[in-house]
């Protein structure tokens, strides 16, 4: 157990322990046994809720989860790994003036999208470079890579709309007691909108980027069939050649002329130099 002005950490099995002191316990139980996205539930006499926060790079593991009880006196975060613990430890100096649990609960979430942007924009660097390299050739391990970023910027856009819930669901409860200031929850929803906003933006990037991708690969395809439509029409009047020379039959004059085999040649190559001409005049070439 850590214990911080206005702030108590647990581990799950602490709060089991405690659980006779929190109303609505089994609600928060359940919630933790699973973190799968950010949500809060506003009770009379609390709020809990769960955080999962992604890390802030191509990895799509949590940076941290963990479970929180909101009462008008404590915030009580609940987790196991110990990386909360120590991600506040190194912030501690951020909370030393807040004076209710409320703003404790709003600095931490603030912090954990601190340098967000920052982010957002270097995802913003990467998608313009990969489309730079598009237009010079396609890498190999483009599509896989762009599959990544698409991945990625699905689970912040989910991220960001869940903490937008948060703060538009506390700051409208402005006859609670536990909630202090409503007004810094309005703002922190609008930010996390906006955050949400530059995710759609790079989401629309994204797709944009396979739809040229996918365009590229359609027009290497064609012009590949083009090529070889182009081969099989060339050749397509020898093997007439010599599909008919090849009856062999008794009275054909050609077979009994001595320069047949050369004429032969002479048309063949004439026919193709005829049809280069032709297909590069048609700019099929």
């Known amino acids: 157990m850590v214990n911080i002005h206005c702030l108590t950490i647990l581990r799950e099995d602490e709060f089991r322990e405690l659980k006779k002191d929190f109303p609505h316990d089994n609600e928060l139980l359940h919630s933790i046994r699973s973190i799968r996205y950010c949500k809060a539930e506003v009770f009379r006499d609390c709020i809990l809720g769960t955080l999962r926060v992604p890390e802030k ?4 593991t949590p940076q941290v989860v963990c479970g929180f009880y909101l009462t008008d006196k404590e915030l009580f975060l609940i987790e196991d790994s110990g990386e909360l613990k120590h991600w506040i430890e190194k912030k501690e100096e951020q909370f030393q003036e807040l004076k209710s649990p409320d703003q404790f609960l709003l600095k931490m979430m ?3 999208i601190e340098n967000d942007l920052l982010y957002l924009l270097h995802l913003e660097k990467e998608i313009e470079k990969m489309e730079d390299q598009l237009i010079k050739g396609v890498p190999n391990n483009f599509f896989s890579v762009l599959t990544k970023y698409r991945q990625k910027l699905s689970e912040l856009d989910a991220y960001y709309e869940q903490l937008a819930m ?4 506390l700051q409208s409860q402005d006859g609670l007691p536990i909630i202090r200031n409503t007004e810094s929850w309005n703002r922190y929803a609008l930010r996390t909108e906006r955050l949400q906003n530059h995710v759609h933006l790079l989401r629309e990037n994204i797709l944009q980027l396979r739809e ?12 590949i069939m083009c090529i070889l439509t182009v081969v099989t029409t060339i050749f397509l009047p020898l093997t007439l050649l010599t599909g008919w020379y090849g009856m062999n039959f008794v009275n054909m004059p050609e077979l009994q002329w001595k320069y047949g085999y050369v004429a032969v040649i002479v048309i063949a190559a004439i026919t193709i130099i005829f049809e280069i001409i032709y297909f590069k005049k048609k700019k099929l070439l």
């Open 57 to 60: 790079n191509e990895k799509r």
């Open 110 to 112: 603030e912090l954990m």
């Open 166 to 169: 948060i703060g538009d669901l």
């Open 212 to 223: 040229l991708y996918q365009s590229q690969q359609e027009a290497q395809q064609n012009k």
